[in-house]
């Protein structure tokens, strides 16, 4: 397993750990930008209160909830819709960069877990309309919902520009390896844009 990473099992017996949930929302549409350049699958992700660009999700208390009630009602908190999420949708867990196992740091170690749910179109609106009315930390922890571009303009912005902006703790690596699993976006198209995206912010 990669650094860090651990089973579902290993993570749960860790009771002594914060533990997190975020899941990607995503579909696909036939819509397309300008008329010509095909969007092909609708990424959701958020701009935090501390303008680091996330999932959404949260904190979790295992010995309350489980792993997957607690990604809900954090759902209902930051999108105004109590989209379900259930252990089919579970990708990995591992811990927080900044408290490795074997830190000697201060507060408990953090446990970050990963989901994906696929859903339709119409879902992703009416989520995005919640959000940015009924959802009760709007305007608070979460500033907004934004779709991720995965095309690339003519002038090579578009998915490298939005890889180069800031992401919280590993977001920005659990989004690029969904979208190549899920081959979302080609391994050619990732590799121009993470390279692009370097030298935007070099
Ligand atoms: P509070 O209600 O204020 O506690 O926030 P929250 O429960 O919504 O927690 P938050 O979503 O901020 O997630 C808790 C911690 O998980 C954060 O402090 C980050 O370290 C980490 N985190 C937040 N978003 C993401 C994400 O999209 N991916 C990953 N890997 N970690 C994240
Ligand atoms: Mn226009
Ligand atoms: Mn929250
Ligand atoms: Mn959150
Ligand atoms: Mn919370
Ligand atoms: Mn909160």
Same mark, same amino acid.
């Given at each position: 397993m990669a650094s860090g990473q651990l089973s579902r099992e290993e993570a749960l017996e860790c009771s002594s750990s914060r533990h997190a949930c975020h899941v990607m929302l995503y579909s696909d549409t036939a819509s397309q930008l300008f008329g010509r350049t095909p969007i092909r699958h609708i990424v959701l992700m958020q701009m935090r209160f501390d303008g680091l660009l996330g999932f959404p999700g949260g904190l979790v208390d295992p010995s309350e909830e489980t792993l997957e009630e607690g990604l809900t009602r954090e759902l209902l908190e930051e999108l105004g819709v109590a989209v379900p999420v259930s252990v089919e949708d579970y990708v990995e867990s591992r811990f927080a960069p900044s408290h490795p196992p074997t830190s000697s740091s201060s507060s408990s170690p953090l446990i970050l877990h990963f989901y994906v749910k696929k859903i339709e179109e119409e879902q992703i609106r009416e989520i995005e309309k919640a959000a940015a009315?009924?959802?009760?930390?709007?305007? $608070?922890?979460? $500033?907004g919902m934004v779709r991720v571009p995965l095309y690339s303009t003519k002038s090579h912005a578009g998915f490298s520009c939005f890889l180069s902006h800031s992401f919280i703790g590993n977001a920005r690596s659990q989004l690029v390896d969904s979208l190549l699993r899920l081959h979302l976006v080609s391994p050619g198209e990732l590799r121009r844009a993470l390279r692009s995206s370097q030298r935007m912010n070099a």
């Amino acid at each position: 397993m990669a650094s860090g990473q651990l089973s579902r099992e290993e993570a749960l017996e860790c009771s002594s750990s914060r533990h997190a949930c975020h899941v990607m929302l995503y579909s696909d549409t036939a819509s397309q930008l300008f008329g010509r350049t095909p969007i092909r699958h609708i990424v959701l992700m958020q701009m935090r209160f501390d303008g680091l660009l996330g999932f959404p999700g949260g904190l979790v208390d295992p010995s309350e909830e489980t792993l997957e009630e607690g990604l809900t009602r954090e759902l209902l908190e930051e999108l105004g819709v109590a989209v379900p999420v259930s252990v089919e949708d579970y990708v990995e867990s591992r811990f927080a960069p900044s408290h490795p196992p074997t830190s000697s740091s201060s507060s408990s170690p953090l446990i970050l877990h990963f989901y994906v749910k696929k859903i339709e179109e119409e879902q992703i609106r009416e989520i995005e309309k919640a959000a940015a009315s009924t959802a009760a930390d709007h305007g $608070l922890e979460v $500033l907004g919902m934004v779709r991720v571009p995965l095309y690339s303009t003519k002038s090579h912005a578009g998915f490298s520009c939005f890889l180069s902006h800031s992401f919280i703790g590993n977001a920005r690596s659990q989004l690029v390896d969904s979208l190549l699993r899920l081959h979302l976006v080609s391994p050619g198209e990732l590799r121009r844009a993470l390279r692009s995206s370097q030298r935007m912010n070099a």
